[in-house]
């Protein structure tokens, strides 16, 4: 006599999680951020390797005492504000409008109230 196990029910965690609004917000999150960050670390780890290795033309004086090296560092800081004010408009315009609109839907008990969607 072979008795079925039941699985439990899912939480409402597991429905939101697995509803298919919350895995492409999750997947337009993922095709932004994986990339920016991979060229942001490419972009770091080249200062680095340069000023590691390539001391001759760090020290390259581009206008009086300034020299690449310095401009490579100030850039490191530009990047990071530019990286920040970019993924602020893309959340703003892309991201923040559907996770809106799927906490509506949760809080308005279409997703996440048990039920398997």
């Given at each position: 006599m072979s008795e079925m196990i039941d699985e439990p029910p899912q939480t409402p965690y597991q429905v939101v999680q697995d509803s298919p609004d919350f895995q492409a917000l999750r997947s337009r999150f993922r095709r932004f951020v994986f990339p920016m960050t991979a060229l942001f670390l490419v972009w770091y780890?080249?200062?680095?390797?340069?000023?590691?290795?390539?001391?001759?033309?760090?020290?390259?004086?581009?206008?009086?005492?300034?020299?690449?090296?310095?401009?490579?560092?100030?850039?490191?800081?530009?990047?990071?504000?530019?990286?920040?004010?970019?993924?602020a408009r893309w959340a703003n315009d892309?991201?923040?409008?559907?996770?809106?609109?799927?906490?509506?839907?949760?809080?308005?008990?279409?997703?996440?109230?048990?039920e398997v969607a």
């Open positions: 780890f080249v200062y680095v390797l340069l000023a590691d290795y390539a001391h001759d033309f760090m020290a390259t004086k581009v206008w009086g005492n300034i020299t690449v090296g310095l401009l490579f560092g100030l850039g490191q800081f530009v990047s990071t504000f530019a990286i920040t004010m970019i993924y892309r991201q923040d409008p559907v996770a809106e609109e799927l906490r509506a839907k949760i809080e308005d008990g279409e997703l996440g109230s048990g």
